[in-house]
């Protein structure tokens, strides 16, 4: 099964900062005549479930604000979050489903500095 | 739409785990229903999912011990784990995908599930 590794573990921003989130993935994950990358990132608060925020690497779910953004291609993939706000305090995960068994990071947890 | 578990909050070792997802506000057609654990304070496993028509698709580490089913007329999804041990011990989320390999787009709230004697 394809591996994805999240860094760093966790990570402390101050308010309206940026974050910058990494996820690396065993193989690669760019595939089909319109290669695309089979990776999405979730944010997860305490006691929630995870909420989708951004699929095929870069495209932002409706109602998601554009301070979320994600980027990288193949194996390689990024998760800023700029103008950090209070309300971004979350475990953030990296997906991949480029195939089955889908499997996700093991989690970058972020906190205000 | 909503999901919303339902099933036992304690299950005995070498016991059946079974939990059903509620499709609510919406039609369970024309989806993927997966289920997804998390063990406390970790990370995510997917488990399987299961297309609408009844095509199941189980993660190869739990597939020996997994049946997913779904009944379309009742709008609700269903998952059977086996043999459970301690290690199965986790909160339980269904979710949905548009394909079969997606991101999932809607979860539910979540229901923990522990294993002990």
């Known amino acids: 099964e394809i591996v994805m590794t999240q860094s760093p573990d966790s990570l402390a921003v101050s308010l309206g900062e940026r974050a910058t989130l990494h996820c690396k993935s065993s193989?690669?994950?760019?595939?089909?005549?319109?290669?695309?990358?089979?990776l999405a990132w979730y944010q997860q608060k305490s006691g929630q479930p995870p909420k989708l925020l951004i699929s095929?690497?870069?495209n932002r779910e409706s109602g998601v604000p554009d301070r979320f953004s994600g980027s990288g291609s193949e194996t390689d993939f990024t998760l800023t979050i700029s103008n950090l706000q209070a309300e971004d305090v979350a475990v953030y995960f990296c997906?991949?489903?480029?195939?089955?068994?889908?499997?996700f990071g093991q989690g970058t947890r972020l906190d205000i500095k | 739409v909503q999901l919303r578990e339902s099933g036992p909050g304690l299950v005995k070792p070498s016991e059946t785990l079974s939990l059903t997802c509620t499709v609510s506000?919406?039609?369970?057609?024309?989806?993927?229903w997966a289920w997804i654990r998390q063990p406390p304070g970790k990370g995510l496993q997917f488990i399987g999912y299961?297309?609408?028509?009844?095509?199941?698709n189980y993660n190869p580490s739990l597939k020996s011990r997994l049946t997913l089913s779904v009944d379309r007329s009742e709008n609700y999804f269903s998952l059977s784990l086996s043999s459970v041990t301690p290690a199965d011990t986790a909160i339980y989320y269904c979710?949905?995908?548009?394909?079969?390999?997606?991101?999932?787009?809607?979860w539910s709230p979540g229901t923990m599930v522990i294993v002990s004697s």
């Open positions: 095929w690497a870069s």
């Open positions: 997906q991949q489903y480029v195939t089955s068994p889908m499997t």
């Open positions: 299961i297309h609408y028509t009844g095509s199941p």
């Open positions: 979710a949905r995908s548009i394909r079969g390999e997606d991101a999932f787009d809607l």
């Open positions: 193989r690669r994950l760019l595939y089909g005549s319109d290669e695309r990358n089979f």
């Open positions: 506000l919406g039609s369970i057609n024309s989806y993927y």
